[in-house]
């Protein structure tokens, strides 16, 4: 993996992915719906959504596949 200085002596791009969930039902084990933006310096790139249990144990490998798509 190349540090940030390397990055950007060579005038890459760097991105950036937020996300956050949406409303959702206060029961535990109900779906929360993720959104996720990809952003360049101010530039939107993309979105992406997904779906996860609330207080479920896979949140992280969900937005990981997100990204991977």
Known sequence: ???LEE???LRKK???A???DA???RQRGSQVNLSGIICSDT???GMLW???E???SNATEVIATMLKR
Do not use: A, L, N, Y
Request: proline content about 4%; overall charge positive.
């Open 54 to 56: 609330k207080d479920g």
């Open 14 to 16: 760097i991105r950036v």
């Open 1 to 3: 993996m190349r540090t």
């Open 23 to 25: 409303p959702f039902q």
């Open 18 to 20: 937020g996300f956050d």
């Open 43 to 45: 530039r939107f790139e």
């Open 7 to 9: 990055i950007i002596r």
């Open 50 to 52: 997904g779906e996860t």
